[in-house]
């Protein structure tokens, strides 16, 4: 098997920077997912009560400092292109598919932090540190941005299975290399 060497990418494979980033994130966001949903159903007096939306923040910032760093990536960096194969319908649904995922991965982001700012004490990792932020800009911000992050997180899960259903559909009936370019394997 060829592997791709470069880290920035070309016309026609991802780099390592986007390969890895895109990889190491699947599983924490998913992961977030399932914890806010096991933190909703937590009462007073849960033994993950403290803990759990702790562990959920903390590893929500380390995304969202990586999803920076990849979005700018992205912006300054070129796209390998579509397989010649592909319908220009399915190239501009590919590129609205993947825009969408980083504006709802974002707003899911900023919410979560306008929840936890909201108290005015900032956003505390574990005993550790306090990252300091702006309170509330609105009435009852830890509510609407709630509602947000709740419709936000789920509207995000929807577009990752039709994503990953995309990529499975590419890699096993149109048998093309969308797939195994985003795992770094070479176009022969
Ligand atoms: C990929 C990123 C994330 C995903 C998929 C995610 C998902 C979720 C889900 C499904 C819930 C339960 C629904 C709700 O109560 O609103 C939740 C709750 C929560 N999330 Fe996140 N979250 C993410 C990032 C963050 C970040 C970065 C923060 C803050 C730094 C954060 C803070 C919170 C808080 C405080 C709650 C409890 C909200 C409440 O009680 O209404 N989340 N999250
Ligand atoms: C949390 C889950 C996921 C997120 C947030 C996500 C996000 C993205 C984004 C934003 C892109 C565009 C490239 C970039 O900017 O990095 C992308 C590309 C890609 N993703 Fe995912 N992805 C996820 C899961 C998956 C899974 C499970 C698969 C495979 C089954 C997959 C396969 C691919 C492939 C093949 C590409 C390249 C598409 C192309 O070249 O047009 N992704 N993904």
Same mark, same amino acid.
């Given at each position: 098997m060829n592997l791709v060497k470069h880290y920035k990418n070309t016309d026609t494979q991802w780099g390592w920077v986007i390969i890895v980033l895109h990889w190491l994130l699947v599983l924490p966001i998913i992961g977030l997912f399932a914890l806010g949903l096991y933190m909703m159903d937590l %009462?007073?007096? /849960? /033994?993950?009560? $403290?803990l759990a939306p702790q562990i959920h923040e903390a590893i929500g910032i380390i995304i969202l400092a990586l999803m920076l760093f990849r979005l700018c990536w992205r912006l300054f960096s070129t796209t390998p292109k579509p397989p010649?194969? !592909?319908?220009k319908l399915i190239n501009l649904a590919s590129h609205l598919a993947h825009n969408a995922i980083y504006l709802v991965l974002f707003a899911i982001l900023i919410t979560g932090l306008m929840i936890s700012f909201a108290g005015g004490q %900032?956003?505390? $990792?574990f005993d550790w540190f306090i990252i300091p932020g702006p309170a509330? =800009? =609105? /009435? !009852?911000q830890a509510t609407f941005a709630g509602d947000i992050h709740e419709l936000a997180a789920f509207g995000l899960i929807a577009l990752v299975i039709l994503h990953a259903v995309a990529a499975l559909k590419h890699h096993? $009936? /149109?048998?093309?290399t969308t797939l195994t370019n985003m795992l770094g394997i070479k176009e022969k």
């Open positions: %009462g007073y007096y /849960d /033994d993950m009560y $403290i010649a194969t !592909n319908s %900032g956003l505390q $990792i509330e =800009f =609105f /009435d !009852n096993y $009936i /149109d048998k093309d």
